[in-house]
Each structure stands twice: as C-alpha cells, then as structure tokens.
C-alpha cells in the first residue's frame, strides 16, 4: 500500500535504504553502486552501537525503522492518501531511521504513547513523528498527544522538520 520498497525518491541514483545507511552510519565505506558496506551504526533509539557489514546474514542487523510505523499511519489517515502520496510517506528520509534489529521489533508499530526510545532521543524522535504526521495530513490518537506533549515540554526549543519529499 505504500508503494515499492526502497525507491530513489530523491532521484541521487542511490535507493532509500541505501541513503538512510549513508545518513545515519559512521565509518562508512559504499561501492561504485551507492551500496553501503559497512559501516558503524550508534543507534538513537538505544545508544548501542552496532557494526554493519554488508551480507546475507549482516545486513538485517540494522533494518530502517518507519518512525511512524506504516500500519499506524494506515490507521491515522493514510487510507485517504493517494498512491503516490503513500509512496512518498513509505520512502520519505524523514519517516526513516537506522536502527537495530531489537529495538526495531520492540518498537514495531507502536505510536509515542506505547513505545518511546532512550530519552536521549526522545524529543527528536516526537519532533520527527509530529512532522511527518503533519506532513502526510495524519492524526493522532488522545493518549498519543498526551505522550507527545509530555515528551515536547522537556525540550521547547524542539523544532519541526519539513519533508524534501512531500509536494
């Protein structure tokens, strides 16, 4: 429902998840293909590190979290999106995050009212749901805002992001 996985949206010739590894990991090494090798990963959500290498049994040690969860997402208004607005959501830089394998299961689809990282992150994290969510017309549920509110007044000077994707 939210179009192809990974896809060049910003039209750089590298894919999504390659430019998310690129953004997000320290120590990089790519390929003439815009592929990250390896790399090393300081993951927000937890603040452990992680060493990426490229590989068949490597490479799911550092997925891309949504960091609204498509499903909620879905269940916040993202029905009403178009096609081509889904795809832009699912592939948006700003909805996406480097993270580890665990801390990505245990987050899931969880909103701010059910999952939060390590509180070194929280506020940028709520900054970049509440953007996203406002980018993409989305809302959020009561118990959500009151997550969301009280992670934003341990930090005002938080700012909101702006999407490059979103038209």
């Known amino acids: 429902m939210f179009g192809k996985a990974w896809s060049d949206v910003d039209g750089n010739g590298c894919d999504q998840r390659n430019d998310v590894l690129t953004r997000d990991l320290q120590n990089l090494k790519r390929n003439e293909n815009c592929k990250v090798v390896s790399g090393t990963l300081v993951d927000p ?32 208004g993202a029905t009403l999106l178009s096609e081509s607005q889904r795809a832009q959501l699912g592939n948006d830089p700003l909805n996406l995050q480097a993270t580890t394998s665990a801390a990505n299961r245990e987050k899931s689809d969880a909103d701010a009212a059910h999952w939060l990282p390590q509180r070194g992150y929280q506020c940028e994290y709520v900054g970049r749901q509440v953007s996203v969510k406002a980018a993409y017309g989305l809302w959020v549920t009561p118990t959500e805002k009151q997550a969301m509110e009280r992670v934003l007044k341990t930090c005002p000077e938080q700012p909101a992001y702006r999407s490059n994707v979103k038209k």
Do not use: C, K, M
């Open 45 to 76: 959500y937890t603040g452990s590190s992680v060493d990426f290498t490229r590989g068949e049994q490597t490479s799911q040690l550092v997925p891309i979290d949504h960091v609204v969860a498509l499903s909620n997402a879905w269940q916040t």
